[in-house]
T-cell receptor, first 113, second 113 residues
């Protein structure tokens, strides 16, 4: 079965510093990987996805993610964090040939001024 | 741009009552998904519809049912409500041409007392 793991419940970073939110995956076959962000009392918003091609994927709001097959990771990164980036971030994998997304447990990102 | 619309935003019910949640997908989107997110939990896939037909089923209790109508809106019907059903229920929609990218509504917060 497909799954993703987010090992950190919370990540704290100072504004202006680079940030990384970690995600590892376990899939059979080619992984379809995603990052979503959730602001309080809001639905999840799509950030980026990896289907195939370049290992470095660029997404919304200056975020990017690097697909690393040898480490089975898909970490979310941003060169310079903003206070407004503070939110809950979910990594997800698409299950098999379905449209169903399997979400990780989420990582709360807190950016301090 | 039009987004996924869910109604109501908040719903309070008592145990053993029934509830109906509505979802209006983005125009032209042909697939609708329902997710349940308990307090502090990651979203769990419930069910999806493609072109008004059920396309996939997840961890949806037998007490719940859903359907998609001719105008593509979807309803999630919940009967014999239990305290554990209290959660945020998200609807999402996608277009087959971009099936990997889901657009989420803001959710319906269901509280069962």
């Amino acid at each position: 079965a497909q799954s993703v793991a987010q090992p950190e419940d919370q990540v704290n970073v100072a504004e202006g510093n680079p940030l990384t939110v970690k995600c590892t995956y376990s899939v059979s076959g080619n992984p379809y990987l995603f990052w979503y962000v959730q602001y309080p009392n809001r639905g999840l918003q799509f950030l980026l996805k990896y289907i195939t091609g370049d290992n470095l994927v660029k997404g919304s709001y200056g975020f990017e993610a690097e697909f690393n097959k040898s480490q089975t990771s898909f970490h979310l990164k941003k060169p310079s964090a903003l206070v407004s980036d503070s939110a809950l971030y979910f990594c997800a994998v698409r299950e098999g040939n379905t449209d169903k997304l399997i979400f990780g447990t989420g990582t709360r990102l807190q950016v301090f001024p | 741009a039009a987004g996924v619309i869910q109604s109501p935003r908040h719903l309070i019910k008592e145990k053993r009552e029934t509830a109906t949640l509505k979802c209006y997908p983005i125009p032209r989107h042909d697939t609708v998904y329902w997710y349940q997110q308990g307090p502090g939990q990651d979203p769990q896939f419930l069910i999806s519809f493609y072109e008004k037909m059920q396309s996939d089923k997840g961890s949806i209790p037998d007490r719940f049912s859903a359907q998609q109508f001719s105008d593509y809106h979807s309803e999630l019907n919940m009967s014999s409500l239990e305290l554990g059903d209290s959660a945020l229920y998200f609807c999402a929609s996608s277009f087959t041409g971009e099936g990997e990218k889901l657009f989420f509504g803001s959710g319906t917060q269901l509280s069962v007392l």
